[in-house]
T-cell receptor, first 112, second 116 residues
Framework: QKEVEQNSGPLSVPEGAIASLNCTYS??????FFWYRQYSGKSPELIMS????GDKEDGRFTAQLNKASQYVSLLIRDSQPSDSATYLC????????????FGQGTILTVHP | EAGVVQSPRYKIIEKKQPVAFWCNPI?????LYWYRQNLGQGPELLIR????????DSQLPKDRFSAERLKGVDSTLKIQPAELGDSAVYLC??????????????FGPGTRLLVL
């Protein structure tokens, strides 16, 4: 089992729709959860971080964390073509103390 | 504030040749990371420095890879000799203090390596 797994892509949604990205992790000791966005040929850019169970909202982005289910998700409301990118889920803490463990990424395409 | 700087941005070499990558972290960031990202995968940590000390190099292939962070600022990652499987993007990241588990890591633009 991979340490961090993301829903397989690619994911395609129409402009204005909600994009839902999912991630599960295996280490119950994990404490920090991050979503990075990576445009093609560019470096990862942090868009959301979450540390406690529940929802965290930032503009059109909402991160959701359920530690009991070892599940973290990212919702993008009113998706725009500029949101088209690879989204990387990353986990820190537990056995990943001091480092980020990334999932394989989910490619999102928002079509006009 | 300047971000993480890396050079070169692209490198094409033949197998068995040596190659080196350079990274300058964000000013004041004590922790520096080198990641490798294969095509279609997430980044994987190679080595982490706290100031000039390598505190986690368990994933670094030590037979051919080496790294240093002299004076606890910029860092160099070297591969000698390079193999075809080393083709990847090498990312450098930095953070203030890795012991803060909420600490954000900031990534540089990466070096794209192609080994022929």
């Amino acid at each position: 089992q991979k340490e961090v797994e993301q829903n397989s892509g690619p994911l395609s949604v129409p402009e204005g729709a909600i994009a839902s990205l999912n991630c599960t992790y295996s280490d119950r000791g994990s404490q920090s959860f991050f979503w990075y966005r990576q445009y093609s040929g560019k470096s990862p850019e942090l868009i959301m971080s979450i540390y406690s169970n529940g929802d965290k909202e930032d503009g059109r982005f909402t991160a959701q964390l359920n530690k009991a289910s070892q599940y973290v998700s990212l919702l993008i409301r009113d998706s725009q073509p500029s949101d088209s990118a690879t989204y990387l889920c990353a986990v820190a803490g537990g056995t990943s103390y001091g480092k980020l463990t990334f999932g394989q990424g989910t490619i999102l395409t928002v079509h006009p | 504030e300047a971000g993480v700087v890396q050079s070169p941005r692209y490198k094409i070499i033949e197998k068995k040749q040596p190659v080196a990558f350079w990274c300058n972290p964000i000013s004041g960031h004590n922790t520096l990371y080198w990641y490798r990202q294969n095509l279609g995968q997430g980044p994987e940590l190679l080595i982490r420095y706290e100031n000039e000390e390598a505190v986690d190099d368990s994933q670094l292939p030590k037979d051919r890879f080496s790294a240093e962070r002299l004076k606890g600022v910029d860092s160099t990652l070297k591969i000698q000799p390079a193999e075809l499987g080393d083709s990847a993007v090498y990312l450098c990241a930095s953070s203030l203090d890795y012991r803060d588990w909420q600490e954000t890591q900031y990534f540089g633009p990466g070096t794209r390596l192609l080994v022929l």
